[in-house]
């Protein structure tokens, strides 16, 4: 498992290595500078030091060591008077100036002057230089290296006192009941913090909003199913009751029908159920016309055996993308209550059009239609509008959720339901695109 805490001191004590390593490389190119220029300085002093006597006879040689300074005198003609360190092995002609050899025991850097009758040549080991500028840089970064591990602690310590606030946050949410979904409180939060906790506050008021809904639909589904379970356990009763067939037979329809009017309701709750969800199962590309007839070719034996002239009116080429069986389900729905509120000998009209890159698919029947006060509220689930003068006619009775599916599957295709009169008087439904 990933730590931001581990993270966090990890990347810091890179970052501050990575810092030390730039500033020593920096310290350590300064100092050598400055030793460059002050064993320069030395050279050029020691040489003037030289006497400017020609020399009569070449001197004795000694060996200063490895980081001594190597010198050499030429008289006037050429001939070498004096090598402190016959070893060294430098170049047998001097150099005026300032210039760096490369040798086999490494690089040296040799100054070359004419001191009266003489030529001075002076040598001094780079290493040396090297050897002080990483001395001096050392001893400058070396507290640094030593207050690294405190330096750790302090940043261990500090982000586990900035991550304090999670670890609240944290605690209050495993102390909570899993049906409290109060929001949780921001104050007192950090900047980076409080956006969390507002996701969460969200989160929570989601879930509070869905459970209410959830709780409602299951109140109001067990309350609807009570009323036809009922009806089937009396019907049952009078099958056990019956005395004669004909009794018999007329408690079997009941019952068949009790048990169909179950069914229905049912399946209702069940596509709602499935409908409830804010996105799609499934999302593709779908020919609506050929849905749209496929449900039409599907219902049309059922308007026929209710004397309904079930037909497509206008059927314009259109496409959508969303779940082929959702939208399946919210067109059967619409064609069964046009076929279920429209009297004997009516019709029922489906068209679907391209209007403006938009596809319009409308139902029209020539039943009694729906009030204009009731029209809204007809999409609340287990609404039904009231029976009347012009309400009386219906084949099979309703669940009141047929509508509430139907805006539902909609909204998650983004399209919009409207009830409208027929142009023959009943209702017209437009679910435009």
Same mark, same amino acid.
């Given at each position: ?10 990347? !810091?004590?890179?970052?501050? !290595? ?13 100092? /050598? ?14 040489? $003037? ?7 009569? *006879?070449?001197?004795? +040689? ?28 430098? $170049? ?50 070396? =507290? ?22 999670? @670890?609240?946050? &944290? ?13 949780? =409180? ?46 089937? *356990? ?17 408690? /079997? ?15 209702? !709750? ?12 499934? +999302? ?33 080429? $259109? ?23 429209? =009297? ?14 938009? =596809? ?42 047929? !509508?509430?599916?139907?805006? @539902?599957?909609? &909204? *998650? ?21």
């Amino acid at each position: 498992m990933r730590s931001i805490r581990r993270q966090l001191l990890v990347w !810091l004590l890179a970052l501050v !290595l990575l810092g030390v390593g730039i500033a020593g490389w920096l310290i350590y190119r300064q100092a /050598l500078a400055e030793a460059n220029e002050l064993f320069d300085y030395q050279l050029e002093q020691i040489a $003037a030091a030289l006497p400017s006597e020609p020399f009569s *006879q070449v001197l004795g +040689s000694r060996d200063n060591g490895d980081e001594g300074i190597v010198l050499q005198i030429w008289n006037r003609n050429g001939v070498l008077m004096y090598y402190s360190r016959p070893s060294a092995p430098l $170049a047998p002609r001097a150099e005026l100036g300032f210039s760096t050899e490369h040798t086999e025991r490494g690089e040296w850097r040799v100054y070359g002057a004419i001191v009266g009758d003489n030529v001075v040549q002076l040598a001094q080991p780079v290493s040396v230089r090297n050897r002080l500028a990483a001395n001096v840089a050392l001893r400058t970064l070396w =507290p640094l290296i030593v207050l690294l591990p405190l330096m750790g602690m302090a940043v261990w310590v500090i982000v586990g006192r900035g991550l304090k606030p999670l @670890r609240r946050v &944290t605690s209050a949410l495993d102390a909570r009941h899993p049906e409290a979904l109060d929001p949780l =409180p921001d104050q007192r939060l950090p900047l980076e913090v409080q956006p969390l906790v507002r996701a969460l506050n969200g989160l929570l008021h989601r879930l509070a909003t869905a459970l209410d809904i959830q709780k409602a639909f299951v109140a109001d589904a067990a309350h609807e199913l009570r009323t036809p379970l009922a009806a089937v *356990q009396i019907q049952a009763q009078l099958v056990g009751r019956a005395k004669d067939d004909a009794t018999r037979g007329e408690a /079997l329809a009941d019952l068949q029908a009790g048990v169909t009017r179950a069914t229905r309701l049912a399946e209702q !709750l069940l596509a709602l159920a499935r409908s409830e969800p804010d996105g799609l199962a499934v +999302s593709k590309t779908i020919d609506l016309r050929a849905l749209l007839q496929e449900c039409v070719v599907a219902y049309a034996p059922l308007a026929a055996n209710r004397g309904v002239d079930l037909g497509i009116e206008t059927s314009d080429a $259109a496409t959508v993308t969303g779940d082929a069986d959702a939208l399946r389900v919210m067109f059967n729905n619409l064609v069964d209550n046009a076929t279920k509120y429209t =009297p004997h000998g009516g019709r029922v009209d489906v068209s679907l059009r391209d209007e403006g890159g938009r =596809p319009v698919v409308r139902i029209a029947d020539s039943g009694p239609g729906i009030e204009p006060a009731d029209r809204d509220r007809v999409f609340d689930r287990f609404y039904r509008a009231g029976a009347g003068a012009n309400r009386a006619r219906t084949d099979v009775a309703g669940s009141g959720l047929g !509508l509430a599916i139907v805006r @539902r599957i909609a &909204t *998650q295709h983004h399209a919009t339901v409207t009830l409208d009169e027929s142009p023959a008087g009943g209702l017209q439904v437009n679910v435009r695109f």
